[in-house]
Each structure stands twice: as C-alpha cells, then as structure tokens.
C-alpha cells in the first residue's frame, strides 16, 4: 500500500478555541472536529502520518492542536500559529514555548482573511519570517488571490532562506476552467525559487462551486504544478473536513492518489505521497 503523509488536517474545538470565521457559518463546519472521526477511514488510505494545521490566529488553537499531537500516535506535526505582528513576542513564544514542543514544525498565519494582500511583507513581520528562516522553520501560505502569489514572490526574494509551501496551490482557476491564466503565469514565477513548494490539497473545494467537482476538472492543475515544482517540491494533504463539503475522507485520498498514479511512475509517487513532506516539515516517522 502506498505511504501517505496527510500533510492538511485541521481540527477545532468550539469550547477551547475562538474560531471567527465560523461564526456565520451554516454548514456543516460549523462544530467541533476531532481526530477520532476519521481514525478509521485514514487507516484504509494508507496515511501513516499528519501534519496539523492552524484553523485560528489565536494560542489556543495551537496548543489544542498540540495536545492532540500528544496523544495521537499518527499526528507526526503542528503548523501552529504566531503573533507576527510582534516580532520580540514571537521569538519569546519560539525560544521560551515552542522550541520544547517536538511537534512544533511550521507557522501559519490565514493571510486570506486579511483585507491586505501584502500583508506578510509588513517591516514587523518580515522581522518575524526572519526568525523562522533563522530557526529553519517553515512558513504554509494560504493565499487564494494572484495578488497573493505575487506576495509570495516579493517574498522569497526578500528572505530567500525561508522554507515556504502554497497551501491548496494558492487556489488555481479550477471553477472557471481556465487553464491557466493570471495562476499560471504567476506559479510559473513562483516555481523558480527552489525554497518555495506546492501542496496539493483543498482542491475539492477551491474557488467554490465544489459540488460534482471531477479528477478530470482538477487534474490539469495538478499536473501543472507538478511539472513546474517536480516531485521534490510537492506533497499533499486532504483539508479534512473542509474537505467533507465535497467529498468524504476516503474519497479525496482515492481521487489525489487516482491522479498522481496517473501522473507519476512509482519512485517520484512516493516522494509526492511521503519523502517531501517528511523532509519539508522534518517529521520523525517510524517508516
């Protein structure tokens, strides 16, 4: 069976974590998410392993995810969450907090709610991702804008050092099928910078109008990716449960292992399904 490290797992609390942006929120996200429910399902996908990613910009979301983590024998990492406004409380919260932490292995911040789209290039937070360059700590962006990735570019350059990964492939054309437009100029700029990689992930539900989404709608973009990033710079995670607005668990992994057998022989499979996540986020995996 194929190794899979699910590299996009969220999981929230209701009663121990503020979560702003479900506060209008009618579907079914709208409640707490644990773990447990997909303990089976993941078994059957072949995901030995995942990575926990920020759901809000507070603590506590980040230490509930770590509490997690502790307790679950599969979840090998938390891409937690840091005030990087604040470039002295960051380094406090790194050097005094989350250096003891050995599931500690990113940083995430939900630039997309953010009304500026260049947010990560504030002085105080440049500060900030000079600290995780410096500390070889990567950085997940989540951008669904061009003008997103056109801020991911200004910042390679500017701390060319910086581990950085394009959550959801910075949500690519896929509702509209235009292939590939504004996203694919701008990935083909962004593949250049070898630091920076792509996380196939969410793409059930990128852009809206997930409903009957198909492989075959998603898959160009896929192997686009691919071909610019190559199978060291990609690895995929599911975005459980924001995933389950299109599709169960079992589901999303049959449709991105469906598609990248399609597209790549076995060795560079096992890369995109495992090594480079396990080396990006610097996992210790008993495999």
């Excluded at 429910?37 to 995942?50: C, D, L, Q, Y």
């Excluded at 292939?179 to 852009?207: C, M, P, R």
């Amino acid at each position: 069976m194929t190794r899979i490290i699910d590299t996009h797992v969220h999981c929230w609390d209701l009663e121990k974590a503020a979560y702003p942006w479900l506060a209008a929120d009618e579907s079914i996200l709208n409640r707490t998410w644990r773990i447990e429910e997909i303990e089976e399902e993941r078994k059957k996908a072949g995901v030995v392993a995942g990575v926990l990613v920020q759901a809000a910009g507070n603590l506590e979301d980040t230490e509930l995810m770590l509490d997690i983590a502790n307790r679950s024998s599969w979840i090998k990492g938390v891409v937690g969450w840091l005030p990087l406004t604040n470039p002295r409380e960051t380094q406090r919260l790194l050097e005094d907090r989350f250096s003891k932490e050995k599931y500690f292995k990113g940083v995430r911040h939900q630039v997309h709610d953010e009304k500026d789209p260049e947010w990560l290039l504030q002085p105080p937070v440049l500060e900030s991702l000079q600290l995780l360059s410096d500390k070889n700590i990567p950085y997940d962006m989540v951008g669904i804008l061009p003008a997103h990735l056109r801020t991911v570019i200004k910042l390679t350059e500017k701390i060319p050092g910086l581990r950085l990964v394009l959550d959801h492939l910075n949500w690519p054309p896929i509702a509209s099928g235009e292939k590939f437009g504004e996203w694919g100029d701008l990935i083909k700029v962004a593949a250049q910078h070898k630091n920076l990689y792509a996380k196939i992930s969410g793409l059930g539900t990128a852009s809206g109008n997930f409903q009957y989404r198909s492989t075959a709608g998603i898959q160009p973009y896929v192997a686009f990716a691919i071909e610019l990033f190559g199978s060291r710079r990609c690895f995929c995670g599911s975005d459980w449960p924001v995933s389950m607005l299109a599709a169960t668990y079992t589901q999303t992994w049959n449709q991105v292992k469906n598609m990248i057998q399609q597209l790549l022989p076995g060795a560079e499979r096992d890369q995109v399904f495992f090594s480079t996540a396990k080396n990006f986020y610097s996992l210790e995996t008993d495999e």
